[in-house]
C-alpha cells in the first residue's frame, strides 16, 4: 500500500498575546481544552498533553505534543500576556490554531513571528 510522503518542512508560529483578561489566562484546564480543541480544529494528531497550574490567581504552563510537533502556552495573568509556541509540518495548519487561541482569549494584541524550518537547501 502507498503512503502519501509526509513532509518534512513545517511552520513554527512565536505569538505574543496581550490585552487578555487574567481569569481566562489562571484557567488550567480551560486552557488545555482550548489548545486541544485548537490543534483538532487544524488538522493535528493530539499524542499527549502536560498542562500546569503554578496555583490559585497563578499562571498557567503547558504543552501538548502533536503527531506533527507541538503547542506550547505559557501565561502571566498579572500583565494579561500568554506566550504561545506552535509548531506544526504536514498538512496541518498553525495559523488556524493560532487564530481559535487569539479569539478564544480576546488578545487585544499580537506580536507574531512565523519561520519556516527545513533543512539547508529545501524550499
Known sequence: ????????????????????????????????RLLR???IAAGAQVLHGHFHSFGPGQGVTGVLLLAESHISLHTWPEVGFAAVDIFMCGAARPQLALDIIKEALQAAH???????RAPPGHS
Open 110 to 116: 499580537c506580536q507574531l513571528q512565523s519561520i519556516r
Open 1 to 32: 500500500m502507498a503512503s502519501t510522503p509526509h513532509l518534512p518542512l513545517g511552520t513554527h508560529l512565536l505569538a505574543d498575546l496581550s490585552g487578555i483578561a487574567q481569569e481566562p489566562l489562571r484557567d488550567c484546564a480551560a486552557l488545555e
Open 37 to 39: 480543541d485548537a490543534a
